[in-house]
T-cell receptor, first 115, second 113 residues
């Protein structure tokens, strides 16, 4: 199993600012996934981050708003740029278990509130 | 595209058995997963069905029928700590051999004494 450290755990930010969320994995993984979960809602995939290449964004998410870095096989960051109250959500990074398809390990999440 | 449907809420009493259904529509299909999420916590993996049939893990079982595009999660001997949200998720064939999962809307299970 993978252990994922995600930070910050929560933050309160002002409209128009940016926040960078960090995700550190205790083992090397090929792909990391960033999800968003609005209160009481399901998980929506933002993008898939591969090391050494541009992230692949899902419909409705763009790189200018959610730039992602993946400098090595154990680390990734997601930035929420030019924030508005609609960005208030929980952001989760996740990685796939090597041995079992269909199993993702999740970080503890970042609860973001935008005022 | 993909879509998954599951009931929004289920209520049951301690010691009972509850079944949470999930129907899906995808352009292709690798398997169905189930996740549990407690309030304020991260989702945790429960089970994965790639083939038709029943997979049992302790008090939890998961079933898949590919021909019916249907699966369910069965929770037996319910305990108060089972109160949580439960999500089904599919690995869509369009995502290839990746970990990209699409999640259902979630079912909130409330276990009462």
């Amino acid at each position: 199993s993978a252990v994922i450290s995600q930070k910050p755990s929560r933050d309160i930010c002002q409209r128009g600012t940016s926040l960078t969320i960090q995700c550190q994995v205790d083992s090397q993984v090929t792909m990391m996934f960033w999800y968003r979960q609005q209160p009481g809602q399901s998980l929506t995939l933002i993008a898939t981050a591969n090391q050494g290449s541009e992230a692949t964004y899902e419909s409705g998410f763009v790189i200018d708003k959610f730039p992602i870095s993946r400098p090595n096989l154990t680390f990734s960051t997601l930035t929420v740029s030019n924030m508005s109250p609609e960005d208030s959500s929980i952001y989760l990074c996740s990685v796939e278990d090597r041995g079992l398809l269909g199993e993702l390990f999740f970080g503890s999440g970042t609860q973001l509130s935008v005022l | 595209g993909q879509s998954l449907e599951q009931p929004s809420e289920v209520t049951a009493v301690e010691g009972a058995i509850v079944q949470i259904n999930c129907t899906y529509q995808t352009s292709g299909f690798y398997g169905l997963s189930w996740y549990q999420q407690h309030d304020g916590g991260a989702p945790t993996f429960l089970s994965y069905n790639a083939l038709d049939g029943l997979e049992e893990t302790g008090r939890f079982s998961s079933f898949l029928s590919r021909s019916d595009s249907y699966g369910y999660l069965l929770l037996q001997e319910l305990q108060m700590k089972d109160s949580a949200s439960y999500f089904c998720a599919v690995r869509d064939r369009g995502s290839g051999n990746t970990g990209k999962l699409i999640f259902g809307q979630g079912t909130t299970l409330q276990v009462k004494p």
